[in-house]
Every structure is written in structure tokens, then in C-alpha cells.
């Protein structure tokens, strides 16, 4: 860590605005990375999930942006190393050879190690934005928290009746 990225965090707003960035920078990259993960996908309800996925995704980027105005700043992406590692290691698994049932039960895997960091941030800056007093930031917060939520528990609903029993024949 450079002088350039030296956090400055005095009050719960300087929290919740690095939070959101933090949110904002994965986000973005998410909408990148989530067409590669529909392509490399052979299952079609797979394929299908992460492309609905991509469009919520795309909208959760709009509400970042939203939560930004309210709180009368510009919204401004602050790096997330977390998600940059946990999409690089999703490449891993777009690139890999090998059985198509099982590239997609490993697809699944990466995929909800992500939906599993952005509900923790989600539910951290949720709190942050009650705290701050900021009530309509918190509500757009929530909603993307129940996405991703939801998307968490399709996956494994998508693991468990149908991907891992193709895989594991
Ligand atoms: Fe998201
Ligand atoms: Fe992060
Ligand atoms: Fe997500």
C-alpha cells in the first residue's frame, strides 16, 4: 500500500462511502466477469442464472451510484483486491479442460464465493448507512443485499437437485 491509498476514515460516512467504492469497484468487475461465466457454462439454466445475474448486477451498479448522490458525493471505485482474486480464480475455472458437468459444478463454487463477499459487505454497509442515519441508502442496499442473497441460494439450489448429481456421474 502506496501514500496514494492511504484510507482516511474520521466518521461513519467516510466508512460507508469507502464501503460503497469498495462495492462499486466489484460490482463493475462483476459485470465483466459474469458473461464469461454464462459462456463457459454448459448447462443451460446455468448459463441462463448467470446471465440474469449479469442484468441484476448491472442494476446494482446504478444503485451504487444512486446511494452515492444521496449522500451528495461522486461516486468513486476503491480497488477490491478481494474480488479481483476471487474472479481471477473463477478465470481459473473458465479456463480449465476437462468434463463439462464438472467445470460447471466448480463454476458454481466460484460463483458463490462471490455472492458470500458481496453479502457481507452488503450487510456491513446496510449497517453502516442505519448508523449514519442515511435510511433510503440503507433501503438500496438492502435490495441488492436480498439479490444476492437469493442468487446465493439458487446456485445451491441449482448445485443440489441438478449440477453435482450430472457431475458426479
Ligand atoms: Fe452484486
Ligand atoms: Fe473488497
Ligand atoms: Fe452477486
Redesign the pocket.
Known amino acids: 500500500m502506496g501514500l496514494f491509498t492511504t484510507k482516511e476514515l474520521n466518521s461513519m460516512e467516510d466508512l460507508l462511502c469507502d464501503q460503497l467504492g469498495d462495492l462499486y469497484d466489484?460490482?463493475q468487475r462483476?459485470t465483466k466477469a459474469l458473461p464469461k461465466m454464462a459462456k463457459a457454462a454448459s448447462d443451460s439454466k446455468l448459463k441462463a442464472g448467470f446471465e440474469q445475474h449479469l442484468k441484476?448486477?448491472e442494476g446494482?451498479v446504478r444503485r451504487l451510484e444512486e446511494a452515492f448522490k444521496l449522500l451528495g458525493k461522486d461516486a468513486k471505485a476503491v480497488t477490491c483486491n478481494a474480488i479481483k482474486g476471487l474472479i481471477s480464480e473463477g478465470e481459473e475455472v473458465i479456463n480449465a479442460s476437462g468434463d463439462p458437468d464438472i467445470k460447471d459444478a466448480a463454476l458454481i463454487a466460484a460463483a458463490q464465493r462471490v455472492e458470500h463477499y458481496?453479502i457481507a459487505g452488503y450487510g456491513c454497509a446496510r449497517n453502516f448507512a442505519l448508523r449514519n442515519g442515511s435510511k433510503s441508502v440503507a433501503a438500496l442496499l438492502q435490495e441488492?443485499l436480498d439479490?444476492?442473497k437469493a442468487t446465493d441460494q439458487k446456485l445451491t439450489e441449482m448445485a443440489e437437485s441438478s449440477i453435482n448429481p450430472k457431475a458426479s456421474h
Open positions: 466489484a460490482e462483476l441484476e448486477t446494482q458481496e441488492t439479490e444476492e
